[in-house]
């Protein structure tokens, strides 16, 4: 026997009830019908930020970073990599404090990129400096086996 979890859609952000055995086959919103999970973070504004950061039950990945911050372009990529790998058992989320700077003083980010992992509305871990997609999985993994 086994809780369903809530789970935010990247989409529309509705929440959505999965029974955690079916994570790995590719649930579809009962709102808008595409995909809960996709391999790609989710941009985040300060509208749909607090759905994904305190009723879904999926642990948070955010990265924090702006247009004009050239390490932040270079974690990119990486940060997209580890949304293939960590799905479904991580959200990944990037936040653009230039154009939510609201949600990047709420959390009292001083420099970017930073990654931060939060789960039911805590924050876990977080790590400022650009990461390659390896150093991002294990680093949250980490996190995560040491609350669990
Ligand atoms: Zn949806």
Wanted: charged content about 15%; glycine content about 6%.
């Amino acid at each position: 026997m086994s809780e369903a979890l809530h789970i935010a859609c990247p989409h529309c952000h509705a929440l959505n009830r999965v029974p955690p055995e079916r994570l790995g086959e590719a649930p579809a919103c009962g709102r808008c019908h595409r995909a809960l999970f996709d391999a790609h973070p989710v941009e985040l504004g300060v509208d749909h930020f607090a759905i994904h950061y305190t009723r879904s039950d999926l642990p948070l990945l955010v990265d924090f970073w702006a247009p004009w911050c050239g390490p932040c372009q270079v974690m990119a990529p990486h940060f997209a990599q580890a949304a293939a790998l960590l799905e479904p058992r991580v959200r990944l989320a990037k936040v653009n404090t230039q154009n939510e700077p609201t949600l990047g003083q709420q959390f009292g980010i001083r420099s970017i990129p930073t990654l931060a992992l939060f789960h039911h509305g805590r924050e876990l871990a977080r790590q400022a400096g650009a990461m390659a997609t390896a150093d991002i999985v294990r680093w949250t993994q980490q996190h995560l086996v040491a609350r669990a």
